[in-house]
């Protein structure tokens, strides 16, 4: 089962991707992290799994690891 803040996560990023469409998948995907989980961001900011300028088909790698992030802390059914 997802934890709550991931789905949070994902309702988040597809709001702000309505919101701002000049912006890149990737890039979306990273400001989101930013602004919810930003000790996240600094994690992957400016390596590999870097989302920013990434095209949607680069960014499995990144999507991957946020899954086991978000998930592997206890679900506390609250959101960020």
């Not at 899954?67 to 592997?72: A, I, L, M, W």
Request: proline share 5%; with cysteine; charged share 25%.
């Amino acid at each position: 089962m997802e934890n709550a803040a991931y789905k949070n996560y994902w309702s988040t990023v597809v709001i702000y991707m309505k919101n701002n469409s000049e912006l890149r998948y990737g890039q979306c995907l990273f400001n989101v992290l930013c602004h919810l989980r930003p000790e996240l961001a600094e994690k992957v900011r400016e390596g590999s799994l870097d989302p920013f300028y990434l095209s949607i088909a680069e960014t499995e790698p990144f999507i991957e690891w946020l899954y086991k992030e978000f998930n592997d802390e206890p679900n506390t059914g609250e959101q960020q």
